[in-house]
T-cell receptor, first 112, second 118 residues
Framework: DSGVTQTPKHLITATGQRVTLRCSPR?????VYWYQQSLDQGLQFLIQ???????AKGNILERFSAQQFPDLHSELNLSSLELGDSALYFC???????????FGQGTRLTVV | AQKVTQAQTEISVVEKEDVTLDCVYE???????LFWYKQPPSGELVFLIR??????QNEISGRYSWNFQKSTSSFNFTITASQVVDSAVYFC???????????????FGTGTLLAVQP
């Protein structure tokens, strides 16, 4: 168990809908990362937050947004969903002193 | 641009064989980190090792060993006496070193599927 908790584990939704994925980082970790794993694109970095502020951005679509709350949990919001958004979404956390990212078990999103 | 190449898409071995997974990276940074992660059939990503660019010492952890060679930009992973439980997808990754000296984001290779047959 990595200590990173993601909910829900599975999500099935229709095209055009909006969903929110939740991540609770390991205790004491200030940094949260979101990744997408799809058959087409492999594992891709989406966005990073550190102590509530956006720190780095990757190939994140404009339809996607994220935030990190004062209690350090993070949410990834996906809107106007398309079939191609079906993927496994991972959250990872790290302390800046460690440089090791520990991953949650992922949320499998299926868009139908 | 930073890039990680895992040329071996799939490897199949018989239990107790040794197997090496190759990883070649590209970066213009002088300071960076290299990682290996394991993704078993259950889907989670399991951290295996992190190595910084200034430490070229090889590392051994039980049946696992890693060979880091800056001269060839490679960070290869060897499993000795493989077991069925080693069957998984293995990802090599590279990170930038950002604010505060820590990882900003991981750039993953495409992964190598290792199948260990009994």
């Amino acid at each position: 168990d990595s200590g990173v908790t993601q909910t829900p584990k599975h999500l099935i939704t229709a095209t055009g809908q909006r969903v929110t994925l939740r991540c609770s980082p390991r205790s004491g970790d200030l940094s949260v990362y979101w990744y997408q794993q799809s058959l087409d694109q492999g594992l891709q970095f989406l966005i990073q937050y550190y102590n509530g502020e956006e720190r780095a951005k990757g190939n994140i679509l404009e339809r996607f947004s994220a935030q990190q709350f004062p209690d350090l949990h993070s949410e990834l919001n996906l809107s106007s969903l398309e079939l191609g958004d079906s993927a496994l979404y991972f959250c990872a956390s790290s302390d800046y002193r460690d440089s090791e990212a520990f991953f949650g078990q992922g949320t499998r999103l299926t868009v139908v | 641009a930073q890039k990680v190449t895992q040329a071996q898409t799939e490897i199949s071995v018989v239990e107790k064989e040794d197997v090496t997974l190759d990883c070649v990276y590209e970066t213009r940074d002088t300071t960076y980190y290299l990682f290996w992660y394991k993704q078993p059939p259950s889907g989670e990503l399991v951290f295996l090792i992190r190595r910084n660019s200034f430490d070229e010492q090889n590392e051994i952890s039980g049946r696992y060993s890693w060979n880091f060679q800056k001269s060839t930009s490679s960070f290869n992973f060897t499993i000795t006496a493989s077991q069925v439980v080693d069957s998984a997808v293995y990802f090599c990754a590279l990170s930038e070193v950002g604010y505060g000296g820590a990882t900003n984001k991981l750039i993953f290779g495409t992964g190598t599927l290792l199948a260990v047959q009994p």
